[in-house]
């Protein structure tokens, strides 16, 4: 099986053609919606990304915002011609911060469970 391909259109318009040309990854399209009463602020928005799992490098293909009453279609193929991704810098040592986040955790859980070990 080739990798899929997704095509997104917002609103009728083709914004991106997305997919990975490795044989391991990942590809994502998400929407969110955010409200935060903290803040005060509201987001909606749509992101295209995925991931190189060979060297671990982060893609980006589309990023922005949407409104109420956008349309978003996603086409899954296999034959259409990827746009090029922006990398995302800082996730080239994507092995070392997963390293570093279980370390973190590791040493809050033994003090939390200190009494109890």
Avoid at 16 to 36: H, K, N, P, Q, Y
Avoid at 40 to 53: C, H, K, R
Avoid at 73 to 83: L, V, W
């Amino acid at each position: 099986m080739k990798n899929p391909i997704f095509e997104i259109y917002v609103n009728g318009e083709l914004v991106t053609t997305a997919g990975i040309t490795v044989e391991f990854g990942v590809l994502s399209m998400i929407t969110t919606w955010v409200r935060r009463q903290k803040l005060n602020d509201e987001s909606l928005s749509l992101t295209v990304s995925g991931l190189n799992s060979i060297d671990n490098t982060m893609l980006d293909w589309y990023g922005a915002g949407l409104t109420i009453g956008d349309e978003i279609r996603i086409k899954i193929t296999d034959e259409s011609e990827i746009t090029i991704p922006k990398i995302k810098e800082g996730w080239s040592n994507i092995d070392e911060r997963i390293l570093a986040d279980k370390l973190k955790q590791f040493h809050r859980l033994k003090e939390e469970l200190k009494d109890h070990i």
